[in-house]
């Protein structure tokens, strides 16, 4: 039995050094690769105000999360939700201003837990399947919404509702093991070893 965990997160923006957070979480446990219906979901307090240009992509509002928890009362039970399970995800390798690299699912959620707390989750935890879609189809075909476009998958609440935590990482669970299953393919046929997160 397989084990893995589907994770998005949304933020106030994108840089941990510009003093961005985290304001949403979602985890979704898939056993063999299918998700079995447990997942772990919160909105929390940023601690800080949300940029309006942040809200017009996920919709999440000052108001909606001034009544709600801080990350580090959520930190437990989402630790112990990972445990000790690859954690898949998609995200851009974008650079940090002193030229390191920075994804922000990564760098933002390890944040989080530090300053909780908690052990930051370990690179060879992380599995960051946008390198696997850029080696395959190239940089700019490798967007989520390519990803699901490439496997036909309904993006359709995405377009309309704009991106959530929870809704990005049930798609991404959809594509993850035809994604996998081609990178496969790929990889024996170019012989390339796998890129890191």
Same mark, same amino acid.
């Given at each position: 039995?397989?084990?893995?965990?589907?994770?998005?997160?949304?933020?106030?923006?994108?840089?941990?050094?510009?003093?961005?957070?985290?304001?949403?979480?979602?985890?979704?446990?898939?056993?063999?690769?299918?998700?079995?219906?447990?997942?772990?979901?919160?909105?929390?307090?940023?601690?800080?105000?949300?940029?309006?240009?942040?809200?017009?992509?996920?919709?999440?509002?000052?108001?909606?999360?001034?009544?709600?928890?801080?990350?580090?009362?959520?930190?437990?039970?989402?630790?112990?939700?990972?445990?000790?399970?690859?954690?898949?995800?998609?995200?851009?390798?974008?650079?940090?201003?002193?030229?390191?690299?920075?994804? *922000?699912?990564?760098?933002?959620?390890?944040?989080?837990?530090?300053?909780?707390?908690?052990?930051?989750?370990?690179?060879?935890?992380?599995?960051?399947?946008?390198?696997?879609?850029?080696?395959?189809?190239?940089?700019?075909?490798?967007?989520?919404?390519?990803?699901?476009?490439?496997?036909?998958?309904?993006?359709?609440?995405?377009?309309?509702?704009?991106?959530?935590?929870?809704?990005?990482?049930?798609? *991404?669970?959809?594509?993850?093991?035809? *994604?996998?299953?081609?990178?496969?393919?790929?990889?024996?046929?170019?012989?390339?070893?796998?890129?890191?997160?």
């Amino acid at each position: 039995m397989l084990r893995e965990v589907v994770l998005d997160t949304e933020t106030t923006g994108f840089f941990v050094a510009d003093g961005h957070r985290l304001v949403s979480v979602t985890a979704i446990e898939l056993i063999d690769r299918k998700p079995t219906g447990k997942e772990f979901a919160v909105i929390v307090n940023p601690e800080r105000d949300i940029p309006a240009e942040t809200t017009k992509v996920h919709g999440i509002t000052d108001e909606m999360v001034k009544d709600k928890p801080v990350f580090a009362a959520a930190a437990k039970d989402l630790q112990d939700f990972i445990g000790a399970s690859p954690i898949i995800i998609t995200c851009h390798t974008m650079k940090n201003p002193d030229g390191s690299d920075y994804v *922000l699912d990564i760098d933002m959620l390890n944040m989080e837990m530090k300053k909780a707390g908690f052990k930051p989750f370990p690179a060879s935890q992380w599995l960051n399947v946008r390198r696997w879609a850029e080696a395959m189809f190239g940089h700019d075909e490798a967007s989520l919404n390519k990803i699901l476009d490439h496997y036909k998958i309904d993006r359709s609440a995405r377009d309309r509702d704009g991106h959530s935590a929870t809704l990005d990482a049930q798609l *991404l669970a959809a594509a993850y093991p035809k *994604l996998l299953a081609d990178y496969k393919k790929f990889k024996k046929s170019h012989r390339t070893k796998p890129p890191s997160p």
